[in-house]
């Protein structure tokens, strides 16, 4: 028995030593395959640990991307933030369902009292939905319990979003509320359309296979290095329910490039050149203004026929459509430009002393010549001149290719290759690089295999070469400088913090390109093709202006410029480029100005008759443009005494916009105004109105600001409203010029750290 007993509990140890044995060697062979066959798949429930659990995870914080600014500093283009608002019906408090049934029943009883009211208050900040729209939205999710329901169509401001966000049951939070939003940053232009093209786009489209595609064009692209910023990186944290950001380097904003682009004077051109494009029922136009000292770019405008709404309209924009094969016709189209180029032939000409004023060719019976072959014409055909000869006067003021083509071979006939090294140096071939779209013009030279002796006739009157619209502007600034060749220039300053960190100053690339006499004679020329006069016996217009810029003479100043006519297509009429390039006033010009626009046959409503007893050109569209843009650009600088405009029957009351009474009273008392404050008699904190009596007295209205509050800046200029609301601790993004006529954020409302608001001016 003792035996059989032993011999039990041999057994049983051998059991259980068996048993541990086949359990360790489980557990080696799991263990073998965690860590070897199913290592993956354990490292990403780590990760998906990491992440729903307790340890955080990177992320990468977007920089803010500069501003683009005018030539004052002012706001071109800007980032602003915009959002879009939804529901989730179905979502209940999930980080803690017991209470869900309780907070669904609260959030329902919220809506049912607050329903109307709620709704009545979105209409309110967003008036493009009516409150009934708002409603069936709300309650149709309600009842069916919908996710992902959008508040409204498109995106809405930051204004809007934290005045909707302050709403019942939208201030709950999202866990409570099932409203979240989603963020997005756009770049605004603050002047809308007007000069898109050169400032350009920042854009992405998410592809059908989802990948995001970035579109960048202009300056948007050129300087995208210094506006797009660096990230910063931070990491994402679970605490308690949430997921927390926390930043670990905080991104570097992107720097702001401030431009010579003056807005003022692009919205004149961009209203003179459509206003002709709309008379005359023309394809395209644009136009580009230079300072002339300085070769600042003060405007660009480039304007094309759009189908906008059911109707055609003239707008600028970046798209490729009909008649806007580029983003850009100024910078990004190269053309032949026909006639204004007759300009650089005559200075070619004059400078290497290949002629004179006083010279002259044949002048022929007819409006057609052959030269070696040759068809040359002439559309403003003035029969024999003035003594059976053309002058280089008459050649300039009838646009006569048959009299520059006789220049033209009586100059560089045996030697075409220093006609053509001498284009080249005046720039006609250059990429100035103002935009990294810019192209590179293009023009046939003698070790070309398309030159022929036909050629250098061509080269004489625009055709044989595709300049762009810069090109020829920034030549006939050499003119407009007495020789001096300066580059021109779009971006003067790089900015952090309203700080210079990097300029580009004025570049002069030849103090004398050519000489000072050359540019008086090619001067005269330019002035005789606007303002001169007939002198041909027994014509009937002797005495009249008569050259081909005549419309675009000026009483209120002497222009000088060239007309310019090109055939697009075939040699025919069907397709023209009309230029008219020129400089203002011409005795001491202050501005250099190019329009070029373009004609095609399909959009003219004229019938054949009036289309042949009065055919489009240069002189009849472009110079018309180029007059009304520069009277009043001019017009812009005109002063006159103040006391030209007292009225003796009534008391001289300057009006002033509210602001600092200090520098107010000190400016009146400067003026002699009876009833102005001496300076020190008035705290230079004080802000307020300065207002007038029935009698002319002068008194002040002063405003108090409560500190952490919104002051009320309207009616005020930007310098005063800017400091003020600095003052308060704000951040301040200007629209327009002028006066304030609103700002984003109202009077009285209470300041949540640095907030930014944004100021709409109007002159």
Request: a negative charge.
């Amino acid at each position: 028995m003792f035996q059989t007993r032993k011999n039990a509990i041999f057994r049983f140890n051998l059991l259980v030593v068996l048993f541990f044995a086949i359990w360790g060697v489980a557990i080696i062979g799991i263990a073998t395959k965690i860590m070897f066959f199913d290592r993956d798949m354990w490292k990403e429930v780590e990760e998906d640990y990491k992440k729903e659990r307790k340890i955080s995870y990177e992320v990468e914080i977007p920089a803010r991307r500069g501003n683009i600014l005018d030539d004052k500093g002012d706001l071109m283009v800007s980032t602003l933030p915009q959002y879009r608002i939804f529901f989730d019906f179905k979502y209940i408090n999930r980080d803690n369902p017991e209470d869900a049934k309780k907070t669904q029943d609260e959030r329902n009883r919220l809506w049912e009292e607050h329903m109307d009211e709620i709704c009545d208050k979105l209409h309110e900040i967003l008036p493009h939905t009516e409150p009934e729209t708002f409603k069936k939205t709300i309650t149709n999710g309600l009842k069916n319990l919908k996710g992902g329901v959008r508040l409204c169509r498109g995106r809405i401001s930051y204004t809007q979003y934290k005045r909707i966000m302050e709403l019942p049951i939208f201030n709950l939070g999202w866990k409570y509320s099932g409203v979240r939003t989603e963020e997005e940053i756009e770049r605004r232009r603050i002047y809308d359309d007007i000069g898109c093209s050169t400032l350009g786009v920042l854009r992405k489209s998410e592809q059908l296979d989802g990948t995001v595609i970035e579109e960048i064009q202009g300056l948007e692209k050129t300087y995208d290095k210094y506006l797009r910023g660096v990230p910063g990186k931070g990491h994402i944290e679970k605490v308690g329910g949430d997921f927390i950001t926390k930043t670990d380097v905080l991104p570097q904003n992107g720097y702001d490039i401030q431009t010579t682009l003056n807005p003022e004077m692009m919205d004149i051109c961009y209203e003179e050149v459509k206003k002709v494009l709309e008379e005359k029922s023309l394809a395209a136009g644009w136009a580009v203004l230079l300072e002339a000292k300085t070769g600042d770019i003060k405007a660009i405008v480039n304007l094309t026929r759009s189908l906008v709404g059911g109707k055609y309209t003239y707008i600028e924009t970046d798209k490729i459509i009909e008649y806007n094969s580029t983003a850009n016709h100024s910078l990004t189209e190269r053309n032949e430009p026909g006639s204004i180029f007759k300009t650089v032939a005559m200075t070619a000409m004059i400078e290497d002393k290949r002629i004179t004023l006083s010279d002259s060719v044949t002048a022929y019976r007819g409006k057609v010549k052959y030269f070696d072959k040759h068809r040359v014409s002439d559309e403003m055909y003035r029969g024999m001149g003035e003594t059976n000869l053309y002058s280089p006067r008459e050649a300039m003021m009838y646009s006569s290719n048959i009299a520059l083509t006789q220049f033209i071979r009586r100059s560089y006939l045996k030697e075409p290759e220093t006609y053509t090294n001498l284009l080249k140096s005046f720039g006609i071939t250059e990429n100035y690089k103002v935009i990294a779209d810019e192209v590179s013009p293009y023009m046939t030279t003698p070790d070309n295999k398309g030159w022929g002796r036909s050629t250098l006739h061509t080269l004489s009157y625009g055709y044989g070469i595709a300049t762009t619209a810069l090109n020829m502007v920034t030549f006939y600034n050499i003119i407009a400088n007495d020789g001096k060749y300066i580059k021109p220039r779009l971006v003067k300053a790089i900015i952090e913090n309203g700080k210079v960190i990097e300029s580009f100053p004025t570049i002069v690339l030849d103090d004398q390109l050519v000489s000072k006499e050359t540019a008086d004679d090619v001067t005269y020329l330019l002035t005789e093709v606007v303002q001169g006069t007939n002198k041909i016996p027994g014509d009937s217009r002797y005495g009249k202006l008569d050259g081909t810029g005549k419309r675009a003479n000026s009483k209120m100043m002497t222009i000088a410029g060239k007309t310019g006519t090109a055939n697009r297509s075939n040699l025919n009429d069907n397709e023209k480029l009309m230029s008219f390039c020129g400089f203002f006033p011409a005795e001491d010009p202050e501005y250099t100005l190019i329009v070029q626009m373009y004609y095609d046959i399909k959009l003219d409503k004229r019938t054949a008759k009036e289309r042949k007893d009065n055919s489009y050109g240069g002189g009849s569209t472009s110079a018309i443009a180029f007059k009304n843009i520069a009277e009043r650009i001019m017009s812009k600088s005109l002063t006159s005494d103040i006391q030209d405009a007292v009225d003796g029957t009534n008391l001289h009351r300057p009006e002033i916009m509210p602001g600092s009474i200090y520098e107010a009273n000190l400016v009146l008392g400067e003026l002699g105004i009876e009833g102005a404050q001496a300076p020190e008699a008035v705290s230079d904190t004080l802000w307020g109105n300065i207002k007038h009596d029935k009698y002319g007295d002068v008194y002040h209205e002063a405003k108090i600001f409560e500190y952490g509050t919104v002051p009320d800046v309207r009616g005020m200029g930007a310098k005063d409203a800017v400091f003020l609301l600095q003052k308060c601790g704000m951040k301040v993004e200007i629209e327009g010029y002028g006066k304030v006529m609103s700002q984003s954020i109202e009077a009285g409302e209470e300041i949540f750290g640095e907030e930014t608001i944004r100021l709409h001016l109007e002159p």
